[in-house]
Nanobody, 129 residues
Framework: VQLQASGGGLVQAGGSLRLSCAAS????????MGWFRQAPGKEREFVAA????????VYADSLKGRFTISRDNAKNTVYLRMNSLKPEDTAVYYC???????????????????????WGQGTQVTVSS
């Protein structure tokens, strides 16, 4: 699976962004999708994940209520809507994919980067105060 993330940019605190991640190369609808982020000097951090069917989602506790993950399997795209952005949300945001059909979602691995086999290149989100 090839993943291409887009939609990042510079936004003021309190603003919103919607990230997109377009997939190609395999049957997108068979893959659980995740969003992670990495700020300078910090480890990659789980943001949200969605099951292959789109029927289940899971979020980092600290982001629940501000961020929404969704997918459109007809468009081979997963989205991350981010509202009420804060300067601490500044990071490179990555989308990732792992084969999901037949597996339980969310598993404990849904939050772990090493559970995902495919990664996009990342898109920078900068939130100014």
């Amino acid at each position: 699976v090839q993943l291409q993330a887009s939609g990042g940019g510079l936004v003021q605190a309190g603003g919103s962004l919607r990230l997109s991640c377009a997939a190609s190369g395999h049957t997108f609808s068979a893959y659980n999708m995740g969003w992670f982020r990495q700020a300078p000097g910090k480890e990659r951090e789980f943001v949200a994940a969605i099951s292959w069917s789109g029927g289940s989602t899971v979020y980092a506790d600290s982001l629940k209520g501000r961020f929404t993950i969704s997918r459109d399997n007809a468009k081979n795209t997963v989205y991350l809507r981010m509202n009420s952005l804060k300067p601490e949300d500044t990071a490179v945001y990555y989308c990732a994919a792992t084969y999901g059909v037949g597996s339980i979602f969310p598993s404990g691995g849904a939050r772990r980067p090493n559970e995902y086999a495919y990664w996009g290149q990342g898109t920078q989100v900068t939130v100014s105060s």
